[in-house]
T-cell receptor, first 108, second 116 residues
Framework: GQSLEQPSEVTAVEGAIVQINCTYQTSGFYGLSWYQQHDGGAPTFLSYNALDGLEETGRFSSFLSRSDSYGYLLLQELQMKDSASYFCAVYSWGKLQFGAGTQVVVTP | DSGVTQTPKHLITATGQRVTLRCSPRSGDLSVYWYQQSLDQGLQFLIQYYNGEERAKGNILERFSAQQFPDLHSELNLSSLELGDSALYFC???????????????FGEGSWLTVV
C-alpha cells in the first residue's frame, strides 16, 4: 500500500518560519512534490524533490531524505497570503497520490 | 490561470441522477488526471489518461467512468449519484516529461458537485 502522513494544522505569526513534515510509505518511489491550495481554489505546484537534499525557491524550500522516507516544506518570512493548505504528494506506480494536507494559518 | 478548463463550475443534482464533468487540458498536454476532494479532505486520485489511453486507476467507484477523446479533452461520468458523491472534482493535466515523475501537474478550478 501507500500512505503519506503530514500534520493537519499549523499556526504561526507573520514573519515566522513554518516547517511542514511529510513521511511516506510507498513502493516504486520517484519523488516528493508539494502543492498549495487556497480555500476553494485549485492546487498549485510549489516544488519537487527527486534527490536527497534541499531545493530552494524564494521563501519556500523543500527537503527530501529518501533513506528516511521523509520530506518537509519550509515556509520562511510568512505572509498572510500564505494561509492555505499544503499537500505533499508522491508519484508511485503511475499515480500521483496526495497526503491529507496541512492547513497553515498565519496570524497578524 | 493554469490553462486547464473545467465545466461546469457548479452543479446541483438529485440522488440517482447522472452527470458529466468536462475537462480541456492545457495546450500540448497529453495526460489528464481526475481527483475528488470532499469537504475538508485531501485529494483522492481517481484516474489518469495519456493520449486517449487509461494509464492509472485509483479509488474510482464502479459508478464512475471517464474517457479521453482524440482531441485530448476528457469527461468524467458519475452515475447513480449518492449524497456522499458531493465534492469538488478536479481535472489536471501535464505534458510529456512532466507529471510522469510527479513533478508538475496543472489543476483546473474544479467542478463543484452537490447531490441533494
Amino acid at each position: 500500500g501507500q500512505s503519506l502522513e503530514q500534520p493537519s494544522e499549523v499556526t504561526a505569526v507573520e514573519g515566522a518560519i513554518v516547517q511542514i513534515n511529510c513521511t511516506y510509505q510507498t513502493s516504486g518511489f520517484y519523488g516528493l512534490s508539494w502543492y498549495q491550495q487556497h480555500d476553494g481554489g485549485a492546487p498549485t505546484f510549489l516544488s519537487y524533490n527527486a534527490l536527497d537534499g534541499l531545493e530552494e525557491t524564494g521563501r519556500f524550500s523543500s527537503f527530501l531524505s529518501r533513506s528516511d522516507s521523509y520530506g518537509y516544506l519550509l515556509l520562511q518570512e510568512l505572509q498572510m497570503k500564505d494561509s492555505a493548505s499544503y499537500f505533499c504528494a508522491v508519484y508511485s506506480w503511475g499515480k500521483l497520490q496526495f497526503g491529507a494536507g496541512t492547513q497553515v494559518v498565519v496570524t497578524p | 490561470d493554469s490553462g486547464v478548463t473545467q465545466t461546469p463550475k457548479h452543479l446541483i443534482t438529485a440522488t440517482g441522477q447522472r452527470v458529466t464533468l468536462r475537462c480541456s487540458p492545457r495546450s500540448g498536454d497529453l495526460s489528464v488526471y481526475w481527483y475528488q476532494q470532499s469537504l475538508d479532505q485531501g485529494l483522492q486520485f481517481l484516474i489518469q489518461y495519456y493520449n486517449g489511453e487509461e494509464r492509472a486507476k485509483g479509488n474510482i467507484l464502479e459508478r464512475f467512468s471517464a474517457q479521453q477523446f482524440p482531441d485530448l479533452h476528457s469527461e468524467l461520468n458519475l452515475s447513480s449519484l449518492e449524497l456522499g458523491d458531493s465534492a469538488l472534482y478536479f481535472c489536471a493535466s501535464s505534458s510529456p516529461g512532466e507529471g510522469t515523475a510527479g513533478n508538475t501537474i496543472y489543476f483546473g478550478e474544479g467542478s463543484w458537485l452537490t447531490v441533494v
